[in-house]
């Protein structure tokens, strides 16, 4: 009988560090998942910055000139 519950309990700890394992790989999936999301927020926050950037440059500038006719 020995043998057969040594058995036994290498079939618990295998199950055990499956189990394990497969909250490790969850919580790195969930992880990386708020990175990506956290990343496409920041480029989408960018893309806009620039954009409106552009948009602000691109204004014409007025100028107003002077004219002053013979009084110099």
Request: glycine share 4%; net charge positive; with cysteine.
């Amino acid at each position: 009988m020995k043998g057969r519950e040594k058995m036994i309990a290498v079939l618990e700890i295998i199950r055990c560090a499956a189990a394990v394992a497969l909250l490790v790989v969850l919580a790195m999936y969930v992880a990386y998942r708020w990175y990506v999301s956290v990343k496409e927020t920041a480029y989408e926050e960018a893309e806009e910055s620039i954009k409106r950037a552009v948009r602000e440059a691109g204004r014409p500038v007025v100028k107003v000139e002077v004219e002053m006719k013979g009084k110099w």
